[in-house]
């Protein structure tokens, strides 16, 4: 591997600065934000705040699952989400977090999904207002970094315009600071996670209505953003910062190769070819520690969505990255699917 995969980027060195990567962050998404895409992820942009997937608290402290939360010192800023509902016991699994060395701890209140729900934590936390602020507290008290929160807008029957409000008032008094804020509603019963995602209606309005009425508090958009023009725009209206999901896994050339002068206003736009030759170190060494190809390949297949040449990366890899003896030298076959046409 050479000295510059090796060499870490810097790590910020206060909350102020872990505030200004989140003018720009990647959602934390089950299955799709391990260790490998917030590396590849980390390569595409210098700036951008990145988040792991969810890792509940019992896992962590009655599982011992610790080898959850490993990562590289190159995916830095990076913040580790947790799922819980126990004060005490996401007090013990951040204080893990914090001695691994992440750069923030977040509370998932916004996963809908029926196994989240069955833990009495996600969405439906948005329904104990007091509770969430009981859980933040124990985990400012046992951590230095930052404690934030990722909620919905309300879930089921709820009128975001009366629980909203309160929800935020209740965690910052709590000593929550930042919250990123998906501007859905979940339907905790009648749909399904995907559903979620897609059905219930977007209400932008309300979550710049939360920066006017909470103006101390840091505020994150997320929910339905696709592109960073339609981010810049949320951005200049005077929230803090935009999350972004789906649209920067799939396309993760469009939004984070661009983003860090677009919005950061700091260097210049990362070339994915490039960055593909910057992944070959990487996949070398984490095979040599056992990793499957397609393990890491899987988060790479989007990496030229919309160019020339795009759908044979993606078939190269598809087809091949799962079979036995499968290597780097296919990534550099798929590439040339695209410098080839390029050329």
């Not at 019992?58 to 080898?67: M, Q």
């Not at 893990?96 to 996963?111: Q, S, V």
């Not at 909203?164 to 709590?174: C, G, N």
């Not at 020339?308 to 079979?323: C, D, H, I, M, Q």
Request: with cysteine.
């Amino acid at each position: 591997m050479t000295d510059q995969i090796n060499a870490p980027f810097p790590r910020p060195a206060d909350a102020n600065a872990i505030r200004q990567a989140a003018r720009l962050s990647v959602a934390p998404m089950m299955d799709w934000t391990d260790r490998h895409c917030r590396y590849l992820h980390r390569l595409l942009s210098h700036e951008a705040l990145l988040y792991t997937e969810m890792v509940t608290a019992p896992a962590l402290v009655r599982g011992g699952a610790l080898h959850l939360l490993d990562h590289s010192p190159q995916e830095y800023p990076v913040a580790l989400q947790l799922g819980g509902s126990d004060p005490a016991e996401l007090a013990q699994a951040a204080a893990f977090g914090a001695e691994a060395g992440y750069d923030e701890i977040n509370l998932n209140c916004g996963c809908p999904s029926d196994r989240v729900q069955s833990g009495a934590f996600g969405a439906v936390l948005m329904k104990s207002p007091d509770l969430v602020a009981e859980c933040v507290a124990a985990m400012r008290a046992k951590v230095d970094v930052e404690v934030t929160v990722k909620c919905r807008i309300g879930v089921d029957d709820q009128d975001p315009q009366e629980v909203l409000p309160v929800f935020l008032e209740r965690i910052a008094a709590a000593g929550c600071e930042r919250v990123t804020i998906h501007a859905r509603k979940a339907w905790l019963k009648g749909l399904s996670p995907k559903e979620n995602r897609d059905i219930p209606p977007l209400d932008y309005e309300i979550v710049h209505q939360m920066k006017a009425e909470f103006p101390q508090l840091h505020i994150s958009l997320n929910g339905g953003v696709a592109s960073l023009d339609e981010a810049l725009p949320h951005l200049e209206r005077g929230l803090d910062g935009v999350m972004i999901g789906r649209a920067a896994y799939h396309q993760p050339s469009d939004i984070l190769s661009q983003a860090d002068p677009l919005i950061f206003g700091t260097g210049s736009a990362t070339d994915p070819v490039a960055v593909v030759g910057q992944m070959l170190g990487y996949i070398d060494d984490q095979m040599a520690q056992g990793a499957r190809l397609h393990q890491i390949t899987r988060h790479m297949l989007g990496l030229f969505a919309g160019r020339p040449g795009a759908r044979n990366w993606r078939r190269v890899l598809s087809e091949g990255a799962s079979r036995p003896g499968a290597d780097t030298r296919l990534v550099e076959t798929a590439l040339e699917q695209v410098t080839g046409i390029a050329a």
